[in-house]
């Protein structure tokens, strides 16, 4: 079993800056692929950013060079970030992060990852 906890989540105006953590712990946090994925009213849930227990990273076309996800490895914990810059109103969703023991490369672009974090809400205003 694998804990997920979001945090950082708020309010910004266009072209403002947040900052996503996720803390992961349990029995294989260490090794699983870890992804942030959002979701807006009305739409599916979508991919935003990867990284692998190694530093890995992809990103979705409509974040690259705006997003950036990194990680810090302690002994009993592993935190995810998403630094996310330049944000638009396009942005707003519910930001969720999601662990899996599967590699990144094999998950590749899919959705349905086996740990799931609570969502956070992501809210920039024109």
């Known amino acids: 079993q694998v804990q997920l906890v979001a945090s950082g989540g708020g309010s910004v105006q266009a072209g403002g800056s947040l900052r996503l953590s996720c803390a992961a712990s349990?029995?294989?946090?260490?090794?699983?692929?870890m992804g942030w994925f959002r979701q807006a009213p009305g739409k599916e849930r979508e991919l935003v950013s990867t990284?692998?227990?190694?530093?890995?990273?992809?990103?979705a076309d409509s974040v690259k060079g705006r997003f950036t996800i990194s990680q810090d490895n302690a002994e009993n914990t592993r935190t995810v970030y998403l630094q996310m810059n330049s944000l638009k109103p396009e942005d707003t969703a519910v930001y969720y992060c999601?662990?899996?023991?599967?590699?990144?490369?094999?998950?590749?672009?899919?959705?349905?990852?086996?740990?799931w974090g609570q969502g956070t809400q992501v809210t920039v205003s024109s």
């Open positions: 990284i692998s227990s190694v530093g890995t990273t992809s990103y």
């Open positions: 999601g662990a899996d023991p599967q590699s990144c490369t094999v998950l590749a672009r899919r959705v349905m990852y086996t740990y």
């Open positions: 349990g029995n294989t946090f260490s090794r699983d692929c």
